[in-house]
C-alpha cells in the first residue's frame, strides 16, 4: 500500500510556456503532499507543502507565482511551472503519507523538467 | 529548526562487506528517522525507519541503531551487493502523530558496491 504516483516521469518544454506535474495517492487519501526539487548529486530540497482546499505553503525562497501548487482532492496535487526558464531545469518529485498509519513517507518516481 | 548531518558523503565497499552511514540530528524533538534509496532517475524509496521509542531495528541484510542521547542514527547494510549502489539519505522528523510534518534531510550517501 501507501503508492504514490507522478506524471509525467519527463518532459521537455521551450522557454517561456508552463508545464504541469501531477501526483497522485493511489490507494490512500492525502490531505497533505510535498513537492521537493532536487539538483543534481544534491539533497532533495522541500519547495512546499500542499494542504488539500487550502493554499499551500511555499519555503522561503519559493516563487509562488512560478510554482502554482492545487491540492484540489484529497488524492491530486498538481505542480505548475510557469513561464518556465532553464534555470527551472532540475528533478521535481512529491510526496505523502497516510496518516494514522505506520507508513512512512511515500515518494512518487520523480519528473526531470528540461527548460530549453 | 532541524539539522540533519550526514556521513560519509561517499563510501566504496567491496560485495560481500558491510556499510555503514552515520547521521545526527539537531532537535531532541524529533521522534520518527526514515532512511531512503534513491537510484538515479527515481523517486526515494523508503528502506527502513526507527521511531525515538525504539533503539534498533532489522530487516534482512539492513539494520537502523538510533542512540537518543548523542542524537544520532545509523544505516547497516551487510552482505552488501552491487544492487544496493545507490545513494541513500537518511531524515528526521518530529510529531509524526496525527499531523504531518516535514521532513528534514541529510546530505546524502553515494554507497557503490564493487563486484
Known amino acids: 500500500g501507501a503508492v504514490v504516483s507522478q506524471h509525467p516521469s519527463w518532459v521537455i518544454c521551450k522557454s517561456g510556456t508552463s508545464v504541469k506535474i501531477e501526483c497522485r495517492s493511489l490507494?490512500?487519501?492525502?490531505?497533505?503532499m510535498f513537492w521537493y526539487r532536487q539538483f543534481p548529486k544534491q539533497s532533495l530540497m522541500l519547495m512546499a507543502t500542499?494542504?488539500?482546499?487550502?493554499?499551500?505553503?511555499?519555503e522561503q525562497g519559493v516563487e509562488k507565482d512560478k510554482f502554482l501548487i492545487n491540492h484540489a482532492s484529497l488524492t491530486l496535487s498538481t505542480l505548475t511551472v510557469t513561464s518556465a526558464h532553464p534555470e527551472d531545469s532540475s528533478f521535481y518529485i512529491c510526496?505523502?503519507?497516510?496518516?494514522?498509519?505506520?507508513?512512512?513517507?511515500?515518494f512518487g518516481s520523480g519528473t526531470r523538467l528540461t527548460v530549453v | 529548526g532541524e539539522n540533519v548531518e550526514q556521513h560519509p558523503s561517499t563510501l566504496s565497499v567491496q560485495e560481500g562487506d558491510s556499510a555503514v552511514i552515520k547521521c545526527t540530528y539537531s532537535?531532541?524533538?524529533?521522534?520518527?528517522f526514515p532512511w531512503y534509496k534513491q537510484e538515479l532517475g527515481k523517486g526515494p524509496q523508503l528502506i527502513i525507519d526507527?521511531?525515538?521509542?525504539?533503539g534498533e531495528k532489522k530487516d534482512q541484510r539492513i539494520a537502523v541503531t538510533l542512540n537518543k542521547t548523542a542524537k544520532h542514527f545509523s544505516l547497516h547494510i551487510t552482505e552488501t551487493q552491487p544492487e544496493d549502489s545507490a545513494v541513500y539519505f537518511c531524515a528526521a522528523i518530529k510529531d509524526r502523530g496525527s499531523t504531518l510534518g516535514r521532513l528534514y534531510f541529510g546530505r546524502g550517501t553515494q554507497l557503490t558496491v564493487w563486484p
Open positions: 510526496s505523502a503519507s497516510p496518516q494514522d498509519t505506520n507508513y512512512g513517507y511515500t
Open positions: 532537535d531532541s524533538a524529533s521522534n520518527y
Open positions: 526507527i521511531r525515538s521509542n525504539v
Open positions: 500542499s494542504n488539500e482546499g487550502s493554499k499551500a505553503t511555499y
Open positions: 490507494d490512500f487519501q492525502a490531505t497533505t
